[in-house]
């Protein structure tokens, strides 16, 4: 069974800059996470999807950050304009369902704000 | 709001020998899950282990065991045989269960284990 695939791995930007990550889960899982995890942190959650609607965004700074998950399957997290400390690792996760399911992680992207 | 807290930033240990993690956690929910995730330096996060708080019997998966202590609200790792490949980064998380709505997973800060040879 395919993991949960993220890409990039790395990326680079100037701040000010827009940049986005792309996440497809595991095979028929319905729900979907976007973590962000801060140097030295563990993880924080910033959007949780169930097929295509949002549950969970009140950790998601709107002024800057957007997601989208179209069809109920990929998923996209935007930021625009970035700031320095938007530098972290976003992680992608995905479950069965929500509620009891464990959820499983992709390798991450590695975001460097200069 | 649940927090979960792991007291040891760093911990070694010889190959072969066993080492317990520690963390507790704060929560006003009867049922819910705990975890031990490990993070390599790939980033990849992976689960080691999980536990049902409704469930007595602690979780064991091969050298991996866990000492879940509900009214202490403790969660400890233990692995044994530690091997290289142990290195990584701990994390501990919590999630309430919910039969509908949000599902975070919510992390500690990590404890960062290094397998000497």
């Known amino acids: 069974e395919a993991g949960v695939a993220q890409s990039p791995r790395y990326k680079i930007i100037e701040k000010r800059q827009s940049v986005a990550f792309w996440c497809n889960p595991i095979s028929g899982h319905a729900t979907l996470y976007w973590y962000q995890q801060i140097l030295g942190q563990g993880p924080k959650l910033l959007i949780q999807f169930q097929n295509n609607g949002v549950v969970d965004d009140s950790q998601l700074p709107k002024d800057r950050f957007s997601a989208e998950r179209l069809k109920g399957v990929d998923s996209t997290l935007k930021i625009q304009p970035a700031k320095l400390e938007d530098s972290a690792v976003y992680l992608c996760?995905?479950?069965?369902?929500?509620?009891?399911?464990?959820?499983?992680f992709g390798p991450g992207t590695r975001l460097t704000v200069l | 709001a649940q927090t979960v807290t792991q007291s040891q930033p760093e911990m070694s240990v010889q190959e072969a020998e066993t080492v317990t993690l520690s963390c507790t956690y704060d929560?006003?929910?009867?049922?819910?899950?705990l975890f031990w995730y490990k993070q390599p330096p790939s980033r990849q996060m992976i689960l080691v282990i999980r536990q049902e708080a409704y469930k007595q019997q602690n979780a064991t998966e091969n050298r991996f065991s866990v000492n879940f202590q509900k009214a202490a609200k403790s969660f400890s790792l233990k692995i044994s045989d530690s091997q290289l490949g142990d290195t990584a980064m701990y994390f501990c998380a919590f999630m309430k269960h919910v039969y509908s709505g949000n599902t975070p997973l919510v992390f500690g800060k990590g404890t960062r284990l290094s397998v000497i040879a």
């Open positions: 929560t006003s929910e009867s049922n819910y899950y």
């Open positions: 996760a995905s479950s069965l369902t929500q509620g009891t399911d464990t959820q499983y």
